[in-house]
């Protein structure tokens, strides 16, 4: 939409209309009112500073002793407008000295108005003001033509969308309303033609209770602020309407803080960098630095003083870092200089950092990127409001045991810690610095520790359900990736057998493989494995069987061709560690040695859990469904791990199975309601009796599997004490 904003303020000045001065141009600044008697704030989106624009918003000819409220800027004549509950309540026009007019508006019902913004319309030629009241419904006053008396006109149908909104704002590209109710659902309203549309429901960053203030800038950036926290949310509403993708909302800066807000904003204005005194973070797109990705910022400087500052090291200064190519332009900051790494970053260890504080005013935050995905994500937070002294602080950080090895960065912060919520590692906050620096982190990569385990529980009645009692095998498991200067040099896999209660005869084998839900799998081909020097000690004997299987593209390695060979059950028991007092002590245990004749960089390696399955034995009887078939074609996987080349295809089709498997989608080894045949448990785990069903041994589980990990994480936890085998019987 073409914009002339200048047009109709001209003409409204030639006609002697205007009773009090219009702002002389679109302001950049965000308008907060907040109080009773109202008070106008002026807040730099980029920086988070607040500035009292006026005290007291009166009238020309009595004092002011009540709120202000549903406020929208009108880029039409350069006013704003809002709603005022002193007696007699009105429509207000407000001026550039932020004095308050009474507008004779007919047609409003004998109630207060917390939401309201302003339509400019430019192919219509006008300007309409809307205010809504969640019992009375959505009213449009045309202020194109400044009149004696106006008339509200209730909009059809808006007395029932019984929205639980504080504020709304128009998109500057088009005639629909957006507002955020305060769980997070976010809305688009058409005023003309239709009513709110759900769009999505918005991560808030748990903020709770109202969203006051709503703004729009002119790319179609859409701010919402929340009065307990302050935080002002963003959100990317650039299309609209919203069609084809899901809008998100990120923590844009930390505004103040009310129990009543209300916001306007010339739509049309650029939200940009103004002030020199703002200081940005270093690290490298993706991650978030730059003002356009929201990047981490501070207003160092607020008073402009020079005086008081929070930074780390001897200085700190600022940058204007609007977009990528500022970035580019000025990669490095001379001010970082606060943080000192005195220990290396060893996957499963602890570090020490010594970090720099020119006064004892400070609190840190930091952020490791762990993960190398190129963003700081929440539960990376290393370091949360920790009180600096003066002088060198000494800081731990503990490193997880599944950090990735190689190139990464890291992001601290420090604040005055005046902070309501602690601050996350993108935004606006005023005061103090945001410091980044590159980092290596180096290890073994053992998986799940060096001492630790998980365990693997199978099914082996798939594709049926079976009892469902997760101890047809058992198995305790760790793996390391064996790494020297970023290489991987091979792999050494361990394990112990710790139940067997199953009729049916299998094999467990481990393939070099990691899928990803982003369809990036990494993968060692048998080809780049040094066959010489394969090493299988099983039960302190060293194995002679073709371990490394023939055939086949990927590495994959048959540990034991039938599980039931290597098990000693008791005379009085049918299975192997599943029944009560049946061979609690006797576990196999297993060491598997691998190296690679090629090294290959460890970013590139597989690594974790890697693709542990079950595979049916051969000579055994597996079910009539198996008959004339290859056995080895039968397999057993955690859910969503994709088969081996050697898995039977058809076994995906058989009538009157239970399994759902969807390989468009990326679905393996589940059934329709999402329980699995096989799991990865996070310790060593007390597996269920024999025929137990998992879901009666452990309440939580089916919750936990349907939910696909979402909930009841902790599911192993709770056990039933008298269903499941634990290592103490």
Same mark, same amino acid.
């Given at each position: 939409?073409k914009?002339?904003?200048?047009?109709?303020?001209?003409?409204a $000045?030639?006609?002697?209309? &205007?009773?009090?001065?219009p702002?002389?141009?679109c302001?950049?600044?965000?308008?907060?009112?907040?109080?009773s008697? #109202?008070?106008?704030?002026g807040?730099?989106?980029v920086? #988070?500073?607040?500035t009292?624009l006026?005290a007291?918003?009166?009238?020309?000819?009595?004092?002011?002793?009540?709120?202000?409220?549903?406020?929208?800027?009108?880029?039409?004549?350069?006013?704003?407008?809002?709603f005022s509950?002193q007696?007699?309540?009105?429509?207000?026009r407000?001026?550039?000295?932020?004095?308050?007019e %009474?507008?004779?508006?007919? *047609?409003l019902?004998d109630t207060n108005?917390?939401?309201g913004?302003?339509?400019?319309?430019?192919q @219509?030629?006008?300007?309409?003001?809307?205010l809504? =009241?969640? %019992?009375?419904?959505?009213?449009a006053?045309?202020?194109?033509?400044?009149?004696?008396?106006?008339?509200?006109e209730?909009?059809?149908?808006?007395?029932?969308?019984?929205?639980s909104i504080y504020?709304? /704002?128009?998109h500057?590209?088009?005639?629909?309303?957006?507002a955020?109710?305060?769980?997070?659902?976010?809305?688009?309203?058409n005023?003309?033609n239709g009513?709110?549309?759900f769009?999505?429901?918005?991560?808030?960053?748990?903020d709770?209770?109202?969203n006051g203030?709503?703004?729009?800038?002119l790319?179609g950036?859409?701010?919402?602020?929340?009065? %307990?926290?302050g935080?002002?949310?963003?959100?990317?509403?650039?299309?609209?309407?919203?069609? +084809?993708?899901t809008?998100?909302?990120?923590?844009?800066?930390?505004?103040?803080?009310?129990n009543?807000n209300?916001?306007?904003?010339c #739509?049309?204005?650029? &939200? !940009?960098?103004?002030d020199n005194?703002?200081d940005?973070?270093?690290?490298?797109?993706p991650?978030?630095?730059?003002l356009?990705d929201?990047?981490a910022?501070?207003?160092?400087?607020p008073?402009?003083?020079?005086s008081n $500052?929070?930074?780390? +090291?001897?200085s700190v200064d600022?940058?204007?870092l609007n977009t990528a190519?500022?970035?580019?332009?000025s990669?490095?900051?001379?001010?970082?200089?606060g943080?000192?790494?005195?220990?290396d970053?060893? /996957? *499963?260890?602890?570090?020490?950092?010594?970090?720099t504080?020119?006064?004892?005013?400070?609190?840190?935050?930091?952020w490791?990127?762990?993960?190398?995905?190129?963003?700081f994500?929440a539960d990376?937070?290393?370091v949360?409001?920790?009180?600096?002294?003066q002088?060198?602080n000494?800081v731990?950080v503990?490193?997880?045991?599944?950090?990735?090895?190689?190139a990464?960065?890291?992001?601290? %912060?420090?604040?005055?810690g005046?902070? /309501?919520n602690?601050?996350t590692?993108?935004?606006g906050?005023?005061g103090g610095?945001?410091e980044?620096?590159?980092i290596?982190?180096?290890?073994s990569?053992?998986?799940?520790?060096?001492?630790?385990?998980v365990?693997?529980?199978?099914?082996?009645?798939?594709p049926?359900?079976?009892?469902?009692?997760?101890?047809?095998?058992v198995?305790?498991?760790?793996?390391?990736?064996i790494? !020297?200067d970023?290489q991987? $040099?091979g792999?050494k896999?361990?394990?112990?057998l710790?139940?067997? +209660?199953?009729?049916? =005869?299998?094999?467990?084998a481990v393939r $070099?493989y990691?899928?990803?839900?982003?369809?990036?799998?990494?993968?060692?081909?048998?080809?780049?494995i040094?066959?010489?020097?394969?090493?299988?000690?099983?039960?302190?004997?060293? @194995?002679t =069987?073709?371990?490394?299987?023939?055939?086949?593209?990927?590495?994959?390695?048959?540990v034991?061709?039938d599980?039931w060979a290597?098990?000693?059950?008791?005379?009085?028991?049918s299975?192997?560690?599943?029944?009560a007092?049946?061979?609690i002590?006797?576990k196999?245990?297993?060491?598997l040695?691998?190296?690679l004749?090629?090294?290959?960089a460890s970013?590139?390696?597989?690594?974790?859990?890697?693709d542990?399955?079950?595979? /049916?034995?051969e000579g055994h009887?597996?079910?009539?469904?198996?008959?004339?078939?290859?056995?080895?074609g039968?397999?057993?996987?955690i859910?969503?791990?994709p088969p081996?080349?050697?898995?039977?295809?058809s076994l995906?089709?058989? &009538?009157?199975?239970?399994?759902?498997?969807?390989t468009?989608?990326g679905?393996?080894f589940?059934?329709?309601?999402?329980?699995p045949?096989?799991?990865?448990?996070?310790?060593?785990w007390?597996?269920p009796?024999?025929s137990v069903d998992?879901?009666?041994?452990?309440?939580e589980?089916?919750?936990f599997a349907?939910?696909?990990?979402?909930?009841s994480?902790m599911?192993?936890?709770?056990a039933?004490t008298?269903?499941v085998?634990?290592g103490?019987?």
């Amino acid at each position: 939409m073409k914009i002339n904003m200048f047009i109709y303020l001209t003409a409204a $000045l030639a006609n002697g209309l &205007v009773s009090a001065a219009p702002f002389e141009q679109c302001p950049s600044k965000a308008f907060l009112i907040q109080g009773s008697p #109202a008070q106008m704030y002026g807040v730099d989106l980029v920086s #988070a500073k607040t500035t009292v624009l006026a005290a007291a918003m009166d009238f020309a000819s009595e004092a002011n002793n009540d709120s202000v409220n549903a406020v929208g800027f009108n880029y039409q004549d350069q006013y704003m407008y809002g709603f005022s509950k002193q007696a007699p309540k009105s429509v207000v026009r407000i001026n550039n000295q932020y004095m308050l007019e %009474r507008l004779n508006v007919s *047609g409003l019902p004998d109630t207060n108005f917390y939401v309201g913004d302003i339509l400019v319309d430019e192919q @219509q030629n006008k300007a309409v003001y809307y205010l809504y =009241h969640p %019992r009375f419904g959505l009213y449009a006053i045309n202020l194109t033509a400044q009149n004696e008396q106006y008339q509200a006109e209730l909009i059809p149908g808006s007395a029932n969308w019984n929205l639980s909104i504080y504020d709304f /704002a128009f998109h500057p590209h088009s005639t629909l309303l957006y507002a955020v109710e305060s769980n997070g659902d976010l809305y688009e309203i058409n005023v003309e033609n239709g009513g709110p549309v759900f769009i999505t429901n918005l991560d808030i960053a748990g903020d709770t209770g109202a969203n006051g203030a709503a703004y729009f800038d002119l790319q179609g950036q859409f701010y919402f602020s929340n009065n %307990r926290s302050g935080k002002v949310h963003r959100v990317n509403l650039n299309i609209s309407p919203v069609s +084809g993708y899901t809008p998100t909302a990120s923590v844009f800066t930390l505004g103040p803080t009310s129990n009543q807000n209300d916001g306007a904003r010339c #739509a049309i204005a650029e &939200v !940009k960098v103004t002030d020199n005194s703002i200081d940005f973070g270093d690290a490298p797109r993706p991650y978030q630095t730059t003002l356009e990705d929201s990047g981490a910022r501070h207003l160092f400087d607020p008073n402009e003083d020079q005086s008081n $500052l929070v930074y780390l +090291g001897a200085s700190v200064d600022g940058e204007n870092l609007n977009t990528a190519s500022d970035l580019l332009q000025s990669s490095v900051d001379s001010s970082d200089d606060g943080v000192k790494f005195v220990t290396d970053f060893v /996957a *499963g260890s602890t570090s020490q950092i010594i970090v720099t504080s020119p006064n004892d005013n400070g609190y840190l935050y930091a952020w490791f990127d762990w993960d190398q995905n190129y963003q700081f994500d929440a539960d990376e937070i290393t370091v949360s409001k920790y009180r600096l002294n003066q002088g060198d602080n000494s800081v731990l950080v503990d490193v997880p045991s599944n950090a990735v090895m190689g190139a990464t960065w890291a992001r601290f %912060r420090v604040t005055d810690g005046s902070e /309501a919520n602690p601050i996350t590692a993108t935004g606006g906050v005023t005061g103090g610095e945001v410091e980044d620096y590159p980092i290596n982190t180096y290890g073994s990569l053992a998986y799940p520790s060096e001492n630790g385990w998980v365990t693997l529980a199978y099914e082996d009645q798939w594709p049926f359900a079976g009892d469902y009692d997760f101890n047809d095998l058992v198995m305790n498991y760790r793996t390391k990736l064996i790494d !020297k200067d970023g290489q991987a $040099l091979g792999y050494k896999i361990e394990g112990d057998l710790v139940g067997i +209660g199953a009729t049916f =005869h299998n094999g467990f084998a481990v393939r $070099l493989y990691q899928s990803s839900a982003s369809g990036i799998n990494k993968r060692i081909l048998r080809s780049q494995i040094d066959q010489a020097s394969i090493s299988l000690i099983i039960n302190g004997e060293q @194995q002679t =069987h073709t371990i490394l299987e023939e055939g086949t593209e990927d590495a994959i390695f048959i540990v034991m061709p039938d599980t039931w060979a290597y098990a000693s059950k008791d005379s009085s028991c049918s299975f192997f560690r599943t029944e009560a007092g049946c061979n609690i002590n006797n576990k196999v245990s297993f060491t598997l040695s691998v190296s690679l004749n090629t090294y290959i960089a460890s970013v590139d390696a597989p690594k974790y859990t890697l693709d542990p399955f079950i595979f /049916a034995a051969e000579g055994h009887y597996h079910g009539t469904f198996l008959d004339g078939l290859n056995p080895r074609g039968w397999e057993v996987h955690i859910k969503n791990q994709p088969p081996t080349e050697k898995f039977n295809q058809s076994l995906f089709s058989l &009538v009157g199975s239970d399994d759902a498997t969807n390989t468009q989608f990326g679905y393996y080894f589940q059934t329709p309601s999402g329980l699995p045949w096989a799991i990865e448990v996070g310790s060593s785990w007390a597996h269920p009796k024999e025929s137990v069903d998992i879901t009666q041994a452990y309440s939580e589980f089916q919750t936990f599997a349907e939910s696909d990990g979402r909930e009841s994480p902790m599911w192993f936890n709770n056990a039933t004490t008298s269903k499941v085998i634990s290592g103490a019987q």
